[in-house]
T-cell receptor
Framework: NAGVTQTPKFRVLKTGQSMTLLCAQD?????MYWYRQDPGMGLRLIHY???????AKGEVPDGYNVSRLKKQNFLLGLESAAPSQTSVYFC???????????FGPGTRLTVL | RKEVEQDPGPFNVPEGATVAFNCTYS??????FFWYRQDCRKEPKLLMS???SGNEDGRFTAQLNRASQYISLLIRDSKLSDSATYLC???????????FGPGTSLSVIP
């Protein structure tokens, strides 16, 4: 099993460009999450999903959109990138009742 | 007050030492607690869940004090490979409220 994979691993964008980050999991988990991690801030939840076709906002959703058309995939979109979105983005999946979250390797995004 | 706070780091300890980390949380209704480990430039990985009665996994012991709203992690006989950042994680009443602490950095020195 690959676990949780993320594409791409690195990306540099110019302000105003758009992109989509792809997260895929092969553990049949119901829940999927997108976080961003900034120095000294810890991980902050952007959006999450409790199942195929559902999405919800987390702590810092502004500037991002998500979709979960298939259970195994969770996409994070940036419609118009801003320098404040420079960060490391982690995707995670999990399920009840253990609630352990399995993380992907991360995407390092720089917005110039 | 931040929702989840951790001891400021870094902790620099010699091999074989015992080190303890504390974490405090603000919501008394929080239900689930975890310690994750994150190596430099890597993804977080679950170290252990924290149960009300306390639990141990080899050299690692986790304790929960609901009355005082803190969690602790004790590492005995520190190894070089324990060097990492340790993240305290609190899940409130539902799956959508998972809060990560900022982490505490540990360096184990030969």
């Amino acid at each position: 099993n690959a676990g949780v994979t993320q594409t791409p691993k690195f990306r540099v964008l110019k302000t105003g460009q758009s992109m989509t980050l792809l997260c895929a999991q092969d553990m049949n988990h119901e829940y999927m999450y997108w976080y961003r991690q900034d120095p000294g801030m810890g991980l902050r939840l952007i959006h999450y999903s409790v199942g195929e076709g559902t999405t919800a906002k987390g702590e810092v959703p502004d500037g991002y959109n998500v979709s979960r058309l298939k259970k195994q995939n969770f996409l994070l979109g940036l419609e118009s990138a801003a320098p404040s979105q420079t960060s490391v983005y982690f995707c995670a999946s999990g399920m009840a009742p253990q609630w352990e979250q399995f993380f992907g390797p991360g995407t390092r995004l720089t917005v110039l | 007050r931040k929702e989840v706070e951790q001891d400021p780091g870094p902790f620099n300890v010699p091999e074989g030492a015992t080190v303890a980390f504390n974490c405090t949380y603000s919501n008394s209704a929080s239900q689930s607690f975890f310690w994750y480990r994150q190596d430099c430039r890597k993804e977080p990985k679950l170290l252990m869940s924290v149960y009300s009665s306390g639990n141990e996994d080899g050299r690692f012991t986790a304790q929960l004090n609901r009355a005082s709203q803190y969690i602790s992690l004790l590492i005995r006989d520190s190894k070089l490979s324990d060097s990492a950042t340790y993240l305290c994680v609190v899940m409130e009443t539902s799956y959508d409220k998972v809060i990560f602490g900022p982490g505490t950095s540990l360096s184990v020195i030969p």
